[in-house]
T-cell receptor, first 112, second 114 residues
């Protein structure tokens, strides 16, 4: 069965520093991977996806993610964090029925 | 703004009652997905409709049902409500049926069962 794991409940970063939010996946076959962000009292916003091709995927708001097949990981990264990046981040994998299977979420806190 | 609308934004009701949540997908999207978000279960897939037909079913209780109408809006019906049904309910839409396209989420309906 497909699944994703986000090993960190919370990540704390100083503004201007690089950030990484970790995600590992377990799928049979080729994975279709997604990152979403949720701001308080809002719906989820799509950031980026990996279907095939280049292992480095660029997305919205300066975020990127690196697909690593050997480590079954899809970590979200940003070179320079902003206070406004503080939110809940979800990694997801496409399930066998076409739905999204989400991780538990990682709360990102960026301090000035 | 994702282009997906959900009404109502908040719903407070009592145990045993029945409620209907409504979702309008983005213009042109044929798929509608329903998800439940709760603190203990996280984000769980409930059900998917594609162009009016049920396409996939997830962890949806028998007390819950959904449908998609000819104008592509969808409704999620929750009946015999229990305290544990209190959650945020999201719908999402996408262009295709297979899940390769990103899904665009509505703002959610927060259901509180007292």
């Amino acid at each position: 069965a497909q699944s994703v794991a986000q090993p960190e409940d919370q990540v704390n970063v100083a503004e201007g520093n690089p950030l990484t939010v970790k995600c590992t996946y377990s799928v049979s076959g080729n994975p279709y991977l997604f990152w979403y962000v949720q701001y308080p009292n809002r719906g989820l916003q799509f950031l980026l996806k990996y279907i095939t091709g280049d292992n480095l995927v660029k997305g919205s708001y300066g975020f990127e993610a690196e697909f690593n097949k050997s480590q079954t990981s899809f970590h979200l990264k940003k070179p320079s964090a902003l206070v406004s990046d503080s939110a809940l981040y979800f990694c997801a994998v496409k399930g066998s029925q076409g739905n999204l299977i989400f991780g538990k979420g990682t709360k990102l806190s960026v301090k000035p | 703004d994702s282009g997906v609308t959900q009404t109502p934004k908040h719903l407070i009701t009592a145990t045993g009652q029945r409620v209907t949540l409504r979702c309008s997908p983005r213009s042109g999207d044929l798929s509608v997905y329903w998800y439940q978000q709760s603190l203990d279960q996280g984000l769980q897939f409930l059900i998917q409709y594609y162009n009016g037909e049920e396409r996939a079913k997830g962890n949806i209780l028998e007390r819950f049902s959904a449908q998609q109408f000819p104008d592509l809006h969808s409704e999620l019906n929750l009946s015999s409500l229990e305290l544990g049904d209190s959650a945020l309910y999201f719908c999402a839409s996408s262009a295709g049926a297979g899940g390769n396209n990103e899904q665009f989420f509505g703002p959610g309906t927060r259901l509180t069962v007292l």
